[in-house]
Structure formats: C-alpha cells, structure tokens
C-alpha cells in the first residue's frame, strides 16, 4: 500500500533503532560537532546509504538469474545486463534516502561543504564493487541453491565490519588493517569525510578503491560470461 515509500521506511526504522542504541547505549562519538543524538543520525544515515546500495544487490544476487529463467530459455537475451538493472534500482532508492538526508542535513548542520560534490565520483567504486559481487553470486547461485542463505550472514558481518556504526580512528591500530580488507570501508570514509568534515578524499585513496574495484568488477564479469553457458544444463 505503501509503494515507493517502503523505501524510506524500512532504513528509518533502522535508523531510529541504530542511533538509539550506539549512541545512547554504547556512547559512540566522531567529534564533538556531532556529538547530538540529531548530528549522529545523520552520520550514520550517510554510511547505511551507501551499505544498503551494496547489501540489498548482494542478498538478491543468489536468485537474480533463477527469478528469469524464461531468458534463458525462452528468449536470447543478455543476462550479464541484470546486475545492472538491481544496481539502478539500488542507486534509485539511495537518491530517495539520500534527498531526505540532505533535507535533515540542512536543518541540523546548514549548507554543506563544497567537497560534496566529490560524492558522486566516490560512488564509482562502490558501483564497481557492487557489480562484480553480483557477477559472481547470480551465475554460482544457479549452481548451488542454497547460496541466499549464506549472503545474509555475510552481509550482517559486513556491515559491522564496515565504520558505519563508529569511526574508524575508534578502532585498534593492529585491527584497522582488517577493517581495511573490507573494499567497503574506504568508501564510506570518504563519503563521510565529504560531507560532514569538509575533507576531500585523498587522491591515493579513491584511485586505489577504484583500481581495487574495478579488478573485482572484472573478475565478476569474466566469471559470470565463462559460466553462463551451463545455466540452461541446470535450470
């Protein structure tokens, strides 16, 4: 009944549980500006923005291919195009999340920062990385069924691996490096840094996510075009 706008209120209820419980429970803090419950809302709304593009793709990779098995039968028709088709879809309801924050944005902190505008450019990694997950998870879950799952979990482990719900700097040095191994990672930090500390990303960083992303799309693509070839031997 609600339509589009189950897409605002499904991550608000979240928002509104997560904010309650890492900052008043577990007394998480990024600086003193955003030490109002208000302020950290919104910095942990711009982290799950950018999660939930990745997340909702790589739950719904595993069934992708199997929800249309009538191209692959049926019709000739592209397959490798479906992962794009989610990723709009997921980049749609981001920029729906994404006006509410900024309307939020202007009453709580005032106009933004012109490192805003790195913002769309930061999102090219994440469309990458995205991309080749789902490459790889719609083409082995026509093989093994049983692999939705398994990426439930994995994107629980994600996300709390991912400075979502902290700062990085909150976290141990020797554990930093592990945090890091998450492409995710960067991303978000550069997101925020964007957006609520005036920072613009640094150079080294955005071109190694892109790099790193890129190799992952790659991979994903050319696994997905070796595979697909057997999908209609097992459909």
Known sequence: MLGVL????????LLLVYTFVFSQVFKARWSVEISSPSAFALVLFSGLIAFNVFAENFNAAPRMVLQHTSYIKKVVFPLEVLPWVGLCVGLITAGISACLLGLFYLVVVGIPSITVLYIPVIMLPLCLCTLGAVWVLSSVGVFLRDLQHGTAIVTTILMFL????????????????????????????????????????????LLGSVVVSWCIAAVGYWWFMRTKKGFADVV
Not at 6 to 13: A, E, I, K, Q
């Open 6 to 13: 189950w897409s605002l209120v499904t991550p608000l209820s």
């Open 162 to 205: 991912s400075p979502i719900f902290y700062p990085l700097s909150a976290v141990p040095e020797r554990m930093q490096k592990i945090i890091f191994l998450n492409p995710l990672t960067p991303i978000i930090e550069m997101i925020r840094g964007a957006l609520f500390f005036n920072t613009a990303p640094r150079p080294e960083v």
